[in-house]
């Protein structure tokens, strides 16, 4: 059967199961588009390339599955960087199929060509620029499968214009790619390893990570804390793979951790990294970090393993899968903990707890942020993803919002890019439409991709803002509180526009709120109404984010804020 | 740690950017790479890159670690902690006049060096050596007077597989 290479795209997306496309057309990819035209795959009209990429980068992360992206050459290419390397430093599977301008014309500079291949090789998992139409089923085909297999990551394909122009007998048995998937199953010895490790531990910890959501591996690792009553951290990625309202649960660690995770970390003597790579915010600095314990580190990717923290016992596998056969070793051989001692253990954290449990200064005159996250999770029963912006906003939104599933928190951990809750918000509420999803966010990230109301507006993606509205860039403006004696150089965002008649102008519902009072009344009409809705909170302006680890400190050195007194 | 020269073989997939994620992951982490040499293997589309790089033990690891995530690469040896052999080559130009002559003939003679081309301006001789005999060649070779040079990074086979 002859094809042209845009049928050739349309028909491995359909046979990839592919619904939605994010995107946004331009010169060299007019042709894509008039197939799209006949397509039964969706295809949102975003109003920046950007957007697009968070868009599906925040499908990917609530479905599991691979968001597609297509976009022009040139500009609309390199609009895309900011949200692959999003997608990249927090492994999340993405194509994006970038235009080029036709093969004879590379290295011409040609209108609107640039070498978005070579732009984005450091932030992607893997590139392609398609030479010509031969490659271009089984490049397709390829990049679809590195994206998702082993550990996931974000995959660019470059389509020159006449390529897709080109014409080729289709014959889907002659596809032919290697195979990349990195499955590991760990060997038994390293479960024998870890049985006398937790044989011996009076006080061991799991930290749960991003890799355990990425390999759906929340239920072996829920399981094996319950079953062993071994207490959990996580990482910001980590969020929602263990139950948020869990006893066991001990919240976030790290710059931001609560101060029962971080003293635990401090004093634990078994630490159980799963699916995580050890960032910097995590650790603080790494000479303090974990020092009483042994290290035990799962993870499906080698490169992560003795990067940051050297551990004693490195497990390569995927996370479900080893833990499986952990939980499988320890049962066959009768692991039980020592009861006096995991008492002892429990019993201390239950006291760091009580001294210092996650709080704020409740205030008649002005909305506290935490008070807002806090009504939301009491309103929406569950029933909701939240995606969040970057900054104050997503560290109150992992401290006070308790997540109970894997996958419903979307947000940028290691890149931390301020604009991607919107987007991400419009591609998650494509995927679950019967959910609440709302994008927790600040006045100075909100900002960053306001446009893509537009959208949500367009397609009637009901999705929810609720804004934290300070007035400021909140959690620089916190580290020129604490470590730059109040200067604060350029971080004022008073001048801002008017959010509820900005809203409305896009068509979109704007409601205010600026009484403690009326938090939850905002918050219930908003969640009720069937459009996009953007909920104005006029927070209290100065309010920071606490407990906070400052730079270059151990994490079990914590500022507490208005707690300081207890320490 | 002790840093020190490592000498790494890689086997890839003979595309047009392997090279350049290669020395991508390397130069974003701050590596010079201080040698190289790629060229296809027994098949065209295979290819074998060596190349060094100093650096302590740890980081090392750390980027052979890396290297082997790339889709293209397919297998990452460090041929520094293994029984190997090393060659690199030198071609070099020496000018002749008629007071150098004489002096250049005779040393080409003492160290049996290997003369490629020889004309009556001129003489270019083919050197190969593991990286002391190459460093001896052209101290020698130094007075004499060098117009110009090319040398090739290290290559490298393991004694046993």
């Known amino acids: 059967m002859k094809l042209k290479g845009t049928q050739i795209l349309l028909k491995i997306l359909e046979e990839e199961k592919v619904e939605i496309i994010f995107g946004y057309p331009g010169g060299t990819v007019l042709d894509i588009y008039d197939r799209l035209y006949k397509s039964k795959i969706k295809h949102i009209l975003v109003r920046h390339e950007q957007g697009a990429v968070h868009a599906a980068d925040g499908y990917a992360r609530a479905t599991g599955k691979v968001g597609v992206c297509l976009v022009t050459s040139g500009p609309g290419a390199t609009n895309t960087v900011t949200g692959i390397a999003t997608a990249n430093m927090d492994s999340i599977p993405l194509v994006v199929f970038t235009g080029q301008v036709p093969t004879f014309l590379i290295g011409n500079d040609a209108f609107q060509e640039c070498d978005i291949t070579g732009i984005t090789r450091p932030c992607t998992k893997h590139n392609f620029l398609v030479r010509n139409i031969e490659e271009l089923a089984s490049t397709i085909k390829e990049a679809f499968h590195i994206a998702r297999s082993g550990r996931p990551g974000p995959v660019l394909v470059d389509l020159p214009k006449n390529v897709m122009a080109a014409e080729i007998n289709y014959d889907p048995a002659k596809i032919k790619f290697r195979n990349y998937d990195t499955f590991h199953k760990p060997a038994p010895k390293k479960m024998a390893h870890v049985y006398e490790m937790l044989a011996h531990a009076q006080k061991p910890l799991i930290v749960t990570g991003g890799g355990v959501i990425l390999g759906k591996a929340s239920a072996e690792l829920t399981a094996l804390a319950r ?341 | 740690m002790e840093k020190k020269e490592h000498i790494i073989s890689i086997l890839v997939h003979n595309k047009p950017d392997v090279l350049a994620r290669i020395a991508g992951i390397l130069g974003g982490k701050g590596y010079n790479i201080e040698s190289l040499c790629v060229n296809t293997t027994t098949s065209y589309e295979i290819s074998k890159i060596v190349m060094t790089t100093i650096g302590n033990q740890a980081t090392i690891t750390r980027i052979e670690n890396q290297l082997r995530k790339f889709v293209d690469v397919i297998a990452v040896n460090n041929l520094t902690n293994v029984e190997s052999i090393h060659r690199e080559m030198i071609l070099v130009r020496l000018n002749l006049s008629a007071d150098s002559r004489e002096q250049v003939t005779k040393t080409i003679e003492t160290y049996q060096w290997k003369v490629i081309v020889s004309a009556d301006a001129y003489v270019i001789l083919e050197i190969t050596g593991d990286k002391p005999q190459i460093d001896f060649a052209l101290a020698r070779l130094e007075p004499l007077g060098i117009a110009d040079i090319t040398r090739t990074g290290i290559i490298a086979l393991e004694l046993e597989n």
């Not at chain 1, 860039?473 to 004696?485: D, I, K, P, S, T």
Request: with cysteine; aromatic share 10%.
């Open chain 1, 227 to 567: 079953r062993y009553q071994i207490p959990v951290t996580g990482t910001l990625m980590g969020i929602g793979s263990f139950p948020g309202m869990d006893p066991l649960w001990l919240g976030m660690l790290g710059m931001h951790g609560t101060y029962y995770a971080n003293m635990a970390v401090s004093h634990c003597d078994l630490l159980i990294a799963v699916g995580v790579r050890f960032d910097d915010r995590v650790t603080g600095t790494i000479d303090t970090f974990a020092t009483n314990a042994e290290i035990v580190q799962i993870d499906i990717d080698p490169s992560s393993i003795n990067r940051n923290v050297v551990v004693d016992l490195p497990i390569i596998g995927d996370t479900k899968a080893t833990l499986k056969d952990m939980i499988k070793f320890l049962t066959e051989h009768n692991y039980a903990p020592q009861a006096s001692y995991r008492k002892e253990w429990l019993d201390q954290i239950a006291i760091w707890k009580e001294k210092v449990p996650l709080s704020y200064c409740r205030d008649g005159r002005f909305i506290k942020p935490q008070h807002v996250i806090e009504t939301l999770h009491k309103i929406a029963q569950g029933n909701i993803i939240v995606t969040t912006e970057v900054g104050q906003n997503q560290m109150w939104t992992a401290q006070f919002f308790p997540f109970d599933e894997p996958n419903t928190l979307v947000t940028s951990g290691g890149l931390g890019t301020m604009g991607y809750g919107l987007p991400a918000a419009i591609g998650v509420k494509c995927a679950f439409p019967d959910k609440h999803v709302v994008d927790i966010a600040g006045d100075g990230s909100i900002q960053m991709n306001i446009q893509e109301l537009a959208t949500a507006a367009q397609y009637k993606i009901n999705v929810k803002i609720v804004l934290l509205n300070n007035g400021y860039l909140g959690m620089v403006r916190q580290w020129q509180e604490l470590f730059y004696e109040k200067r604060y150089s350029h971080t004022d965002m008073t001048y801002a526009p008017d959010f509820v008649k900005l809203a409305e102008a896009y068509g979109v519902v704007g409601l205010r709120a600026t009484k403690p009072a009326e938090v939850e009344k905002t918050l219930r009409e908003g969640l009720a109404i069937e459009k996009p809705v953007l909920m104005d909170f006029q927070v209290s302006r100065e309010e920071c984010v606490y407990p906070m680890v400052g730079p270059g400190s151990s994490i079990s050195d914590m500022k507490l804020g208005t707690r300081e007194m207890i320490n």
